[in-house]
């Protein structure tokens, strides 16, 4: 059985973690008041994956945060030369990254999960096509107190979910 509290904190340890190990940022869940990520002006990194439990995780950003993530992964300053695919391979691989801690950490309660290579598009909105049964986990944090990402997670499978 899966608690989707249990999914919650899986996800936010999976992200804050890779995001002060391999972006060198501060990440922590924001409150219920969190301006909206334009999505004009938006990346979506997902990877999908199948197994026991199959469904997509997603991080949206806007793109001074996109921007900013691929300049402390790369070393670099946010206002320096960072190409559309530096930055689009940043948040690629930011999701991959966050995937793969997600995977290390329910894997022996699970199974095993097969995990897709991440894509990037434009836009921020994860809907699902998973059919019934289908749970839609969705947890908007701060980096470093000043950017607003989006982390989702569409899931199914893996026996009873409790959604308390």
Do not use: W
Request: aromatic share 4%; hydrophobic share 40%.
């Amino acid at each position: 059985m899966i608690a989707t509290p249990l999914v919650k904190d899986c996800l936010l340890d999976s992200a804050r973690e890779v995001f002060e190990t391999m972006v060198f940022m501060a990440l922590e869940e924001a409150g219920d008041e969190v301006p909206d990520i334009d999505e004009d002006l938006s990346l979506l990194g997902t990877i999908t994956f199948k197994g026991a439990v199959e469904g997509v995780l997603g991080i949206s950003c806007d793109l001074d945060c996109a921007r900013t993530i691929a300049a402390n992964m790369l070393g670099t300053d946010p206002d320096g030369d960072l190409s559309p695919d530096d930055i689009n391979d940043a948040v690629g691989e930011v999701a991959n990254m966050v995937m793969g801690s997600v995977k290390a950490r329910v894997q022996d309660e699970i199974g095993t999960m097969d995990v897709s290579i991440p894509s990037v598009v434009k836009g921020r909105q994860l809907q699902s096509g998973l059919g019934e049964g289908t749970h839609n986990l969705g947890v908007t944090v701060y980096i470093e107190e000043e950017h607003v990402m989006k982390l989702s997670l569409l899931y199914r499978g893996g026996g009873d979910v409790n959604d308390n």
